[in-house]
């Protein structure tokens, strides 16, 4: 089992950034690939940024790819997405996912995949 807490969420003016983090416990950290993802009203739920284990592999969705920046620190238990040059179209509820693998170097980016997920974050940008 691990429990997963988001904040770092808010209201911001396109063009502006917000850091997300998320904090585990639980498990050992470090078993775990993570991901987070966003959700909004009548949409399902969207990849948004992954990270292996060892956080030496990240994958980005396209639209956030150089604008957001994803990363892990095993030490805390922690991890994070920067979000820069946020447009109003990055409005959502944020979440963060685990999922424990064998494989250091394996990103997911299916919410299938994940087995454990943080309540989310909500971030809303302002035109």
């Known amino acids: 089992q691990v429990q997963l807490v988001e904040s770092g969420g808010g209201l911001v003016q396109a063009g502006g950034f917000l850091r997300l983090s998320c904090a585990a416990s639980g498990r050992a950290f470090s078993v775990f690939a993570m991901g987070w993802f966003r959700r909004t009203p009548g949409k399902d739920r969207e990849f948004v940024a992954g990270?292996?284990?060892?956080?030496?592999?990240?994958s980005y969705a396209d639209s956030v790819k150089g604008r957001f920046i994803i990363s892990r620190d095993n030490a805390k238990n922690a991890v994070y997405l920067q979000l820069n040059d946020l447009k109003p179209e990055d409005t959502a509820v944020y979440s963060c996912a685990a999922k424990s693998t064998l494989f250091s170097a394996d990103i997911y980016v299916s919410p299938v995949e994940y087995t454990y997920w943080g309540p989310g974050t909500q971030v809303t940008v302002s035109s």
């Open positions: 990270v292996s284990r060892s956080g030496g592999r990240t």
